[in-house]
């Protein structure tokens, strides 16, 4: 210890040395053993040798410092003194209060141990008492874990009720297990069957549905497979599914029924409304067959759940206006069929590429006629075979609509003719003949068309057809044949007669008008008065000829040949003249040249009188040559009424005589009548002269020549032109 | 529907178009009729029906100086009447008089009131306004339409005003409409053209081709009758004149004539070049309410609406005429020169 530490503060060092050699004097901790040469100030540690001390001291120091010393010795020892007083006294202090504390501790501990006991017995009553409270309210514990378990399970159940992704059946299902809980559904009631309602409409059989079901039914593979199974799977399904709700529906609220057959009745009658469009549409019997028939088997399936909504009954009535509208729509198809092949003789013409225009138009449109009959027929034969037992049920039904069909069928054909022919004509009278000469003729070639297409219908046609619905549409029912057959082939057949008729007239009509401008022209043209002497055989000669071979050449596509008369005729005449006629004209003629003209009428009348009367206007048939023979004798007939009402110088009368003269081979060749062609141009001859101031006929000779000349004209005209 | 040839006959000498009722003849059931002959000397017929009506007497026979294409009776005076001739190479018309005593004289001479004289080309027909007492005259001629003022006390007629048809339309015949004094229906190649005989123009017309004859209904305003060469008879209402409310189908051959019962309501009579006379019978009454329905009238109505065919001719028949005092009477006129009165069954 060096004399640095002095100054720190000896003091405490010092109290704090004390204490620690009182408590515990430690030698480990005491100083080395003093050397000899131990400081001075290591009195403080045990080896402290006081005499070794002291000689140090005294050898050391002066006397002074050992004075010195001395009182610092002796002040130290009194502050030592005073110290270990305090802390003597200190110390007891502390004795005393921990005895004081002991003796107390004795007295507190004496009672405790009886507070002790008493607190161990009181625990041990709570904790019985708490275990009997446990064991009593377990069971009520239980039931409400349960309680709570089965309304989570509820909440379930109710969603699964309102989503729309969920199934009916499965929405019933749960519907089903709520009621089984005792779950109060009545308010539930209303929305599921809204659901219901609302799933109606994915059930309502669609086009797609229909066409998809077509599409499989149609292809031959899979219809062996599975005829419709595979088609209606779909659909069949999602039937199903609502069967099954409905049923289900039906347990749950059993006095809904009325509802449900209300539903029911709806879903069916939508379906059926969707056939019954279907049906309109142009398709084959078997197609709407393979509609019905889904639609039946879900009828039958939704009739098992409910009994008693008379479904079948219902469907009936349903299935009877579809098969009636089906066969009034596919008559309608075959009209319009029809119109289009007639509508192609226009269109045929303007274009003017086939050779045979009309031929192709006739065969296309009796094509129609009998091919679309027969199909038709097919058809609805098939429906009658087919044993679905809605069908089997309305077998008369069937029998008489398809009766009435054709009957009403061949009705609006006939008007359609009628139509066909008589509109255009108004039409083209505004045109007026003149312009319009190019829709005449077609209009024309569409009557003598329809014509003989109505000629067909009333000999081939309505016999086919008749025969067909004797052999598998007989029997329409008693019921029916008290009122007479639906389907009258005799009142068919008379009134395509008639039209047939009036169209021929008709076209004999048209024809003729266009002949009449022709002649018209020739004879309002010139001064028939102030007529030159006549140097050849008219033009309009030509005219006419050209327009009796136009007609020649239609008539030959469209109409059959008559019997053949003109081989006896060409060999009996062969020449020019005929043997018949010509001394009767020649009579006539050369006795008004001896101007004996006052017995001329009464001439002409007895001649008329013991010549055997001649028809002009006979019966026309439906053949090439009476029509043609009609047309020829029609034109002559107006040619008199030309002559008639004009005034001839004698060219002029001469002029008619060379041209009637010129038309009487190629007329006759034409026509059939060979009679009455010769009386007709008689006839003219004979009205212009008597219309002529001084009717001198040209001579034999000049007349033949003048001919010749024509007829070479024409032969180099024709070679040219060929 | 072959006729029954009941029809009483009388024998012209020679061929002849025209026949006329006389109207004015109130005592009797009479008709005009005039001869057509080029060369022969031409003679007017006065026919009267026995009282009986079993015979056709021939009450007057006059001379005529030339062929008579046209001939029509005066409806207030009945010894007067108009023609139209021809000398074959021109026209002309005139208004005759039977004389006075005819009965007593041998043959006697008609006496010629007035000459319409103004015509140039040929003369189609001369008209009288029949429902009445009227002092005018209309005549037509290929490319003219004549109104006359006619004076017959004063043996004179003058031309009031005249018009002219117009380029290329060609006047055919016509007629004048009974209802209404001054409009006459024209018939021309292509059309039926109306005219108001105040302003000498033409108010409307008919697109229609080759009318032959035309006719006013006496009983009903505003139906014409028309009848055409091949497209047969037409019936329209003056008031709508796109199309025609109703469509006969006319005869085989041309339809030449046609003339409405003065009396009896849709009697509709028409002569053919076909030799025969046919009789309809049309419903005229609900035209005004409907109109359309004709285009689509059923072929059995048309075929119902002919009620006889009368087939007792020999040749073509030009002429026709009701009697205007017996209605159900009619006389008709072949080319022959034959007269035939037909009266109808009820």
Sequence with gaps: MSGDEVPLDEKARRMRDLLSSFYGPDPSMSPNPPSKFAPLDAINSNSFNADHYLNLLIHKSSLEGLLQRHVGM???????????????????????????????MNSNIMGMESNMEQLLEKIKTVQSRSDGVNTSLFEKREHIEKLHLTRNLLRKVQGKLFSDSES???????????????????????????????????????????????????????????????????HEASVQEFVEAVRAYRVIFPDSDKQLIKLAQELVTKNFETGEQYGKKRIRAADLLAVLRMIWKEVLLMDEVLHESVLSEFSLEAVQITVKHHVASRFSHLLHDISDALTKVYVGQKEGMEEFPLQVALGASKKAVLQGSMDILLDFRQLLDDDLELLVKLRESILNWVQEGFQDFFRELHGRFLLLSGRNNSSGQVHGVVEGTQGDRILA?????????????????????????????????????????????????????????????????????????????????????????????????????????????????????????????????????????????????SRTNTQKARSQLLETHLAKLFKQKVEIFTKVECTQESVITTIVKFSLKSLQEFVRHQTFNRSGFQQIQLDIQYLRTPLKEAAEDEAAIDFLLDEVSVAAAERCLDPIPLEQPILDKLIQAKLTKSLSQSAVSS | MQGGSSGIGYGLKYQARCISDVKADTDHTSFLTGTLSLKEENEVHLLRLSSGGTELICEGLFSHPNEIWDLSSCPFDQRIFSTVFSTGESYGAAIWQIPELYGQLNSPQLERIAALDAHVGKINCVLWWSSGRHDKLVSIDEENIFLWSLDCSNKNAQVQSKQSSGMLHYLSGGAWDPHDVNAVAATCESSVQFWDLRSMGKTNSIEHAHVRNVDYDTKKKHLLVTAADE?????????????????????THWTWAVCC????????????????????????????????????????????????????????????????????????????GRVRNHMLEK
């Design chain 2, 231 to 251: 497209s047969g008879i037409h019936l329209w209402d003056l008031r709508m004149l796109k199309a025609p409310i109703q469509e006969l189908p006319g005869h």
């Design chain 1, 168 to 234: 009916i059946q499965a929405r019933a299902e749960a519907a089903m297990l709520l009621k089984q809980l005792d779950f109060p559904v009545d308010s539930l009631k209303e929305k599921l069957f809204e659901k219901l309602e609302q799933s109606l409409g994915d059930l309502q059989l669609k086009d797609e549905d229909i066409s998809r079901c077509l599409l499989m039914s149609n292809d031959p593979s899979k219809l062996e497979n599975h005829p419709e199974s595979v088609a209606a799977t779909v």
């Design chain 1, 74 to 104: 002796a002040a130290e020892i009194k502050n030592l003194d005073t110290d270990l007083q305090m802390l003597v006294y200190e110390n007891y202090n502390k004795f005393i209060s921990a005895t004081d504390a002991i003796k107390r």
């Design chain 1, 445 to 589: 070639s569409l009557v003598l068309v329809l014509a003989q297409l109505s000629v067909f219908i009333e000999q081939t046609a309505i016999q086919r057809i008749t025969e067909e619905i004797a052999a598998s549409f007989a029997g329409g029912g008693i019921r029916l044949y008290e009122n007479g057959p639906a389907f009258v082939p005799g009142e068919i057949c008379r009134s395509f007669r008639s039209a047939g008729e009036k169209l021929l007239h008709h076209y004999i009509n048209l024809r003729n008008q266009r002949i009449s401008v022709l002649l018209r022209k020739r004879f309002t043209t010139p001064n028939w008065v102030k007529h030159k002497e006549p140097r050849e055989v008219h033009m309009f000669v030509d005219l006419l000829l050209q327009e009796l071979e136009a007609i020649k050449k239609e008539v030959k596509q469209v109409l059959p040949q008559g019997l053949l008369r003109r081989h006896q005729r060409n060999d009996s005449n062969g020449s020019t003249n005929s043997s018949r006629s010509n001394p009767l004209r020649e009579g006539k003629l």
């Design chain 2, 261 to 336: 019962n003065p009396e009896y309501d849709g009697f509709i009579l028409s002569a053919g070049t076909d030799s025969t006379v046919n009789l309809w019978l049309v419903s005229t009454s609900n035209h005004d309410e409907l109109p359309s329905e004709s285009l689509v009238e059923s072929p059995n109505q048309r075929a119902n609406s002919l009620l006889n065919s009368y087939s007792d001719y020999e040749d073509s028949v030009y002429g026709l005429a009701w009697s205007s005092r017996e209605p159900w009477i009619f006389a008709s006129l072949s080319y022959d």
